[in-house]
T-cell receptor, first 117, second 114 residues
Framework: GAVVSQHPSRVICKSGTSVKIECRSL??????MFWYRQFPKQSLMLMAT?????????EQGVEKDKFLINHASLTLSTLTVTSAHPEDSSFYIC?????????????FGPGTRLTVL | AQSVSQHNHHVILSEAASLELGCNYS??????LFWYVQYPGQHLQLLLK??????LVKGIKGFEAEFIKSKFSFNLRKPSVQWSDTAEYFC????????????FGKGTTLSVSS
């Protein structure tokens, strides 16, 4: 099956710093990538949808200036958490899909655990 | 807006018991339906999916799910659970349209005792 990787798997940073998380589709071209956030023992909440070469579409309540998403190529999307604060600590998961088919299966990355001190 | 409801927050079973996890969705159009599993410390894995055709779909590890359109339901079943099935189970739906995100239910924690 299709493989999606994320880097780093775990990051600890100081409050006020910025952190970049990468999401890569390793064996397919991802026309669309999605970023989710998962709180402990809770479901995945969609943050934004990004299509290659265009601006990301953010869900209501997600600050686009705080969570910068770039999808510059068909295999890479990045999420940058700017001026991180402890409340941004969470598990961030990306997924990717391809093509214009309505069979819109998504493949998930392993997630990135962000801890802001 | 689409939404997904999972009725059971935490299910506790003994090995060999049968499992059924409920999932209902709200969306007026054609949907794709999924069940994902997240084992402790691991990432999401697809158990099974429904796009069209036979409403009874079989997935990995002996799981199956039945799509009942009239009830907007997609319940997950397994005839006999194992200790290794202990995990978090998520039902998800997206519109049958390219580039649409998945909407997840809140998840059900399954604990299987040996």
């Amino acid at each position: 099956g299709a493989v999606v990787s994320q880097h780093p798997s775990r990051v600890i940073c100081k409050s006020g710093t910025s952190v970049k998380i990468e999401c890569r589709s390793l064996d397919f071209q991802a026309t669309t990538m999605f970023w989710y956030r998962q709180f402990p023992k809770q479901s995945l909440m969609l943050m934004a949808t990004s299509n290659e070469g265009s601006k990301a579409t953010y869900e209501q309540g997600v600050e686009k200036d705080k969570f910068l998403i770039n999808h510059a190529s068909l295999t890479l999307s990045t999420l940058t958490v700017t001026s991180a604060h402890p409340e941004d600590s969470s598990f961030y998961i990306c997924s990717a899909s391809w093509g214009q088919s309505s069979y819109n299966e998504q493949f998930f990355g392993p997630g990135t655990r962000l801890t802001v001190l | 807006a689409q939404s997904v409801s999972q009725h059971n927050h935490h299910v506790i079973l003994s090995e060999a018991a049968s499992l059924e996890l409920g999932c209902n969705y709200s969306y007026g159009g054609t949907v794709n339906l999924f069940w994902y599993v997240q084992y402790p410390g691991q990432h999401l894995q697809l158990l099974l999916k429904y796009f069209s055709g036979d409403p009874l779909v079989k997935g990995i590890k002996g799981f199956e799910a039945e799509f009942i359109k009239s009830k907007f339901s997609f319940n997950l079943r397994k005839p006999s659970v194992q200790w290794s099935d202990t995990a978090e189970y998520f039902c998800a739906v997206n519109a049958n349209q390219a580039g649409t995100a998945l909407i997840f239910g809140k998840g059900t924690t399954l604990s299987v005792s040996s």
